[in-house]
């Protein structure tokens, strides 16, 4: 059922879920981080694409983090981190995944085949 959606509207739909939830005005979050371990060729930084949701500051920083598994579970320690220092009160952080969406690489001999070769395979 969710093979064609994307991770990034994944992650926006479960961040205004969450804001709707708890009531948080987007104006109290002072940041935005967000794990993905395979990034989309489309949207390469995640947080930063749901930092644009309309309830959020467009001042609102965000980042995008890749520590393998542990990318979402990251990404909230930073975000724990990051209050527990005073440099943050209220901070959006989780992590998102869609593997119906990664890009797939060749290798460079692959990428040297003439585009008229991959016509023929196509018709075939």
């Not at 990404?75 to 992590?95: E, K, M, S, W, Y």
Request: net charge negative.
């Amino acid at each position: 059922m969710l093979r064609d959606v994307l991770a990034v509207d994944l992650a926006r739909h479960a961040a205004r879920d969450l804001l709707l939830r708890t009531g948080i005005d987007g104006a109290e979050i002072d940041e935005v981080i967000w794990g993905q371990v395979v990034p989309s060729v489309l949207t390469p930084n995640v947080a930063r694409e749901m930092s644009l949701l309309p309830q959020l500051p467009r001042s609102i920083s965000a980042y995008t983090l890749n520590r393998a598994c542990a990318s979402g579970a990251q990404a909230v320690t930073n975000a724990a981190d990051q209050i527990g220092l005073g440099h943050a009160d209220v901070i959006l952080a989780g992590g998102v995944e869609s593997l119906s969406d990664i890009p797939i690489l060749h290798s460079r001999r692959m990428s040297r085949i003439p585009p008229y070769l991959f016509a023929e395979i196509d018709r075939k």
